[in-house]
């Protein structure tokens, strides 16, 4: 390596000798506000979609299965348009467009007045909720050290468990409340992305990603402010490793991840992905709705769901202290198992009309949700800095669209003239596509504790 890629290369092993975390709880409170409104708003929709919101706009089954996927189209095209702004143009940059993005779209949706404001609206929030995921996923990998990466996001995503425990008590308290309630539904959401945009102008720019842009002054800069952060509470920092090189980024960030090495593994997690939201947004969007015509009120289906949903929260907090203790791989086939679990026990808790199967299963699949929390970390370790997010968001955005199509798919499977056999034969599909998602997970690399240039490059 020449004296610049050795200074570089040294910028950023500084960060993994770093044996505590290297940044304040501020910041992850910031990153976590984040996820919390995107699984909070992942959820709004499935919880509109059985209050007067249908009536007052006027929306068919079909308009209602284009709102949904309408959220995913946006999550994909939003996802690789500002993950490779976030490449080209920082981390911090990435991260602020979306929450203008989320922030508009929810606006519209809560003043939506017909089908077409409701789905453009779904549209542009899922845009800036899929750039989210993918931008936040890699700036939390970037500045944390390898031995605790895992960790780190896991304890990042707590939030996001959060919003996804609270939105059925929120959407259980508005929507009775009032024939708008669902209007407050997404206006809450909308609040809270507004309440976003000036604390990300706090945060500094992921340092690997000035790496590779060459910034050496920069890094410097913010790669000494987590050293001092860890020195100021265990006073005398470890010895920094080798040096590993990683290459610059020389051309567009897509053209970087079609090649041999890359172009496998961005096969292998689009896959995985792809069967998981299929899944995913499976249940997420349309189990309320099959509850309700398998015979289940409104009050009983979503009481009973939001009770399960505490699993989100035992989930997240189970998961961190083993999440780099075990390989991520693993990790995620382990909660994908366990989702599989899940959405067979909706099937049985149709089948008998069940609220104890039903809460049982709710809470395994919101705990499933939280534990497969490395799936998100083991997409970022798989691609190099210089085309990390991109490479998430292809994965991750590409993947979405099985949860896209699933509405259709439902739409053809599941009839409410027989809610019964037809939902019971809904939900085991679902567990079938997350067996499939489990199998392809499983032919993945290792990451585990190696460092980002050990995996990448």
Excluded: C
């Excluded at 009120?297 to 083993?322: E, N």
């Excluded at 086939?333 to 808790?349: E, G, N, P």
């Amino acid at each position: 390596m020449s004296d610049r890629e050795l200074k570089l290369g040294e910028l950023r092993a500084r960060i993994d000798r770093l044996p505590i975390r290297p940044y304040p709880v501020s910041w992850m409170v910031i990153i976590g506000l984040g996820y919390f409104f995107a699984f909070y708003d992942i959820l709004t929709l499935s919880f509109a979609i059985i209050s007067p919101m249908v009536q007052q706009l006027r929306l068919s089954r079909l308009d209602l299965s284009e709102a949904v996927s309408a959220s995913l189209f946006g999550y994909i095209i939003g996802a690789y348009f500002v993950a490779t702004i976030s490449d080209y143009w920082g981390r911090r940059l990435g991260l602020i467009t979306n929450a203008i993005l989320i922030a508009i779209g929810s606006l519209g949706s809560a003043f939506a007045t017909n089908a077409v404001i409701l789905i453009v609206s779904r549209l542009i929030t899922g845009m800036g909720i899929g750039a989210e995921i993918a931008i936040i996923n890699t700036y939390i990998s970037e500045i944390t050290p390898a031995h605790i990466r895992g960790k780190m996001v896991q304890l990042t995503y707590l939030a996001g468990a959060i919003g996804f425990a609270v939105t059925p008590f929120i959407a259980f308290a508005l929507i009775p409340m009032s024939p708008i309630g669902w209007r407050w539904l997404f206006g809450l959401g909308a609040l809270i992305a507004i309440t976003i945009v000036p604390l990300r102008f706090l945060m500094p720019e992921s340092p690997r990603w000035l790496t590779i842009k060459g910034k050496i002054d920069e890094a410097e800069s913010v790669v000494k402010r987590l050293e001092d952060f860890v020195a100021r509470r265990i006073g005398s920092l470890p010895q920094v490793p080798v040096p590993l090189p990683e290459k610059i980024l020389t051309k567009f960030p897509t053209a970087e991840l079609f090649n041999r090495k890359y172009g496998l593994r961005l096969l292998m997690a689009t896959s995985f992905w792809f069967f998981d939201y299929m899944l995913a947004y499976g249940v997420i969007g349309f189990a309320p709705y099959i509850f309700v015509a398998a015979g289940f009120t409104f009050t009983t289906a979503t009481w009973y769901i939001a009770l399960g949903s505490v699993g989100y929260i035992v989930g997240a907090l189970s998961m961190a202290p083993i999440a780099d203790r075990w390989e991520r791989k693993y990790l995620v086939a382990s909660a994908f198992s366990i989702a599989t679990l899940a959405v067979f026990l909706y099937a049985v808790a149709v089948a008998l009309r069940s609220p104890i199967v039903l809460t049982i299963g709710a809470f395994l699949g919101a705990f499933a949700t939280a534990f497969a929390v490395p799936a998100y970390t083991y997409t970022a370790e798989l691609f190099p800095t210089r085309a990390r997010a991109t490479g998430f968001a292809i994965a991750d955005g590409v993947g979405h669209l099985g949860g896209a199509i699933v509405p259709f798919v439902i739409y053809l499977v599941f009839n409410p003239l027989k809610p019964i056999s037809t939902g019971v034969w809904t939900f085991i599909l679902l567990g079938i596509f997350e067996i499939i998602a489990t199998s392809i997970v499983l032919t993945g690399p290792r990451t585990t504790k190696l460092r980002l240039e050990q995996v990448s490059d």
